[in-house]
């Protein structure tokens, strides 16, 4: 067992869960479990030495909440890495044992140029709720980090107390993250991404208009390229989708986004969760899309 | 805070006497004849108990044990209340965007249940029954398709906790079946995906579930399977007559109308009522 416990939560913890989750109409008592046995790992991670920042960083869902992002994934983790991991090492560094938790790498999977262990079983002895006993996942990708890591606050949002100490993640670099997103978004088109894209549009706005220097379209840019370009080395059903974007499509799929993202809200399924307040309006998304990445990749 | 609640000397002869008949969840009409040694009136019982948190109300004369010491349903898993709640109705099982979730076959979740049921239900059909807070949508066919052999699965939580599953090819087909029970359609079309992937998709019983959901469910699956390299299983295992039908299916049965401009697949016979390009795009997509 580790010496000195990253969990410090109270001993009606179950109860905090159950009214955080009253409050929030579409949360679930054992996605907060399971987030908390996320959260756990992470920090297991960054005081291991693993998720160090200069090879590897957290991105993904995780990263965005680090940045205030609403939004939050339910099941699987994201870090990316520099390099090629070694999954053994990898799966040590995972498990993990305090008196109120225990996290267990399962079997990994190699996927493209992606390492995911599936599953990653927790059993959190701090809860006696249906989700003590779960699983998660965490995947690795190793198709490179450009940016400096940047270190945030692991803001987990949660109004009970969760850790015994606070704590920093390194996360991708949000331009460097915003690439990564409007890559996905073209080559794969979840709704996810196209709000992601627009969630960090926001914050460039917020940051003093950022999106409209110089320096910061020529990096956007080539950030894009980059990753286009990883892209295509991964598979050749990527290449193929990779090399199917003329910038006038990339162009389309940005400014014509109900031509490509599911708009099946009207069946009553949120798609995404929300810790904090509620999906953004489809307005404003596309607003932020058009008026501030628009002009940064294109004009 | 959460409500503990205190048993009367009765109420835990109750709770008992259902654990010791393996009761998770208790029956009016079936449990009558042993709670009528407890007190003259089973129904005035439960009830009383339902409103002292001793018992969780299901409804339909149905009463649910809570975890020892929380008398929030939030501390019991829901399956097996929804369980005790329908099966004693007729044929059912968890499907759709509830398996999808189960299985990892998505990364989202929702606050409700979604089944496929073999009996009419006004309170299903209305969708205003919840278990444990949860509302429950649900479809009703009168196909025999609730058999193991078609990828209905008993889940066992503990010797008194079960309830009735999809398997993940079965939840998968049934997509292409109900793709209004199973999330938005890139949810579960990158669970397509994703099943291929890590292997929980298998293509040779895709087959034999969606012949046995119609010829329309088949051709959507062969395609399908086409989209993920494995057109020849599809090719082999589905019948010819599948195709023969004069009828074009529409890929996503709930998706946009026929369009003369949409993709169509001629040997499948089936309408891209999502582009193809979206389509493979989810499929893809590499998580």
Known sequence: MA??????????????IIQFCKARPGLIE?????DIARIVCIVNLVRNGTLDGKNTVLCGGMAMRCLDSPRMSVFDGDTSSRSEPDPEVLRDAISYEEQEIAIKAGPLQHGDELIT????????????????RDEFSLSISHRGVECTELWRPLNHRYPFPLLADDVEVPIMDPDEIMAEKIVAWWLFGHAKHYNDIAFLAGRMVQQGRRDREPEVKTLMRRL?????????????????????????????????????VDPDQRKGFNSLAYLHGSRPDRVDVDRLVQRVVLPLLFD | MGMSQSLTARDAEVIVGAQRRRRNVLVLSEDSDWLRDLHPRPKDLLLRMAG????????AGRYAIPA???ADPAYKAWQP????????LGDYYLGFFSALAEHRLTDLSEPFATVLVGFGSRQLQSGKLEIAGRQVRSVRTRRPVFSSELGAEVMRLSRAEMYMRSNPTRTLVDALWHPELSGDTETWVTAWGRGMRYEQLDPVAACGYALALGPAVARRAGLMLDLLGA????????????????????????????????????????????????IEGWLLYGK
């Open chain 1, 117 to 132: 262990f599936r599953p990653i079983e927790y059993d959190a002895r701090f809860s006696e709720l249906p989700g003590a």
């Open chain 2, 231 to 278: 057109g020849e299983v599809a090719r082999a295992q589905l019948p010819s007559r599948v195709r023969r039908s004069d009828r074009i299916a529409l890929m996503i049965a709930d998706g946009p109308p026929a369009a003369e401009e949409m993709e169509f697949d001629p040997f499948w016979r089936v309408r891209l009522n999502v582009p193809r390009d979206r």
């Open chain 1, 30 to 34: 054992e996605q907060v479990v399971r």
């Open chain 2, 81 to 88: 209340m929804l369980y005790g709640r329908l099966a004693p």
């Open chain 1, 224 to 260: 894009i390229e980059k990753k286009l370009g990883r892209n295509r080395e991964v598979s050749a059903n990527l290449a193929s989708r990779v090399d199917t974007l003329s910038v006038a499509e990339r162009r389309r799929r940005l400014e014509q986004s109900e031509d490509h």
């Open chain 2, 52 to 59: 002292r948190g001793a018992l969780i109300k299901l409804g």
């Open chain 2, 68 to 70: 020892f010491g929380h």
């Open chain 1, 3 to 16: 010496s000195e416990p990253i969990l410090a939560v109270e001993a009606n913890i179950d109860d905090q």
